[in-house]
């Protein structure tokens, strides 16, 4: 159970001025703070796996290779349905 001398001393340390229900108020939420974690400290946990917490994935780094595209310039442009002067000619979008 906590004092209401604690809760002023409490108070005093963080520069807080309540007022007197306030304190009695604090005191009785405090003590009921503390008497259900209390309770938790209770609870068997021995047979809960801990878990560190996020998640095990790893990302998976690949090495940037540049891979050098050799193609021949001629064979391309002669590929194309429709050029002028070795441009590619493409139809317009609006008029």
Do not use: H
């Not at 108020?25 to 809960?48: A, F, G, H, M």
């Not at 001629?74 to 317009?92: A, G, S």
């Amino acid at each position: 159970m906590i004092l209401k001398e604690d809760i002023g001393r409490l108070l005093e340390l963080a520069r807080l001025d309540i007022s007197e229900e306030e304190k009695l108020q604090l005191t009785t939420d405090v003590s009921r703070i503390l008497e259900y974690v209390d309770k938790l400290s209770t609870i068997d946990v021995s047979n809960i796996v801990g878990n560190t917490g996020g998640s095990l994935n790893k990302n998976i780094v690949r090495n940037d290779e540049f891979m050098p595209f050799d193609f021949d310039r001629e064979v391309l442009i002669n590929d194309i349905p429709c050029k002028q002067d070795n441009l590619v000619v493409v139809p317009k979008i609006r008029d």
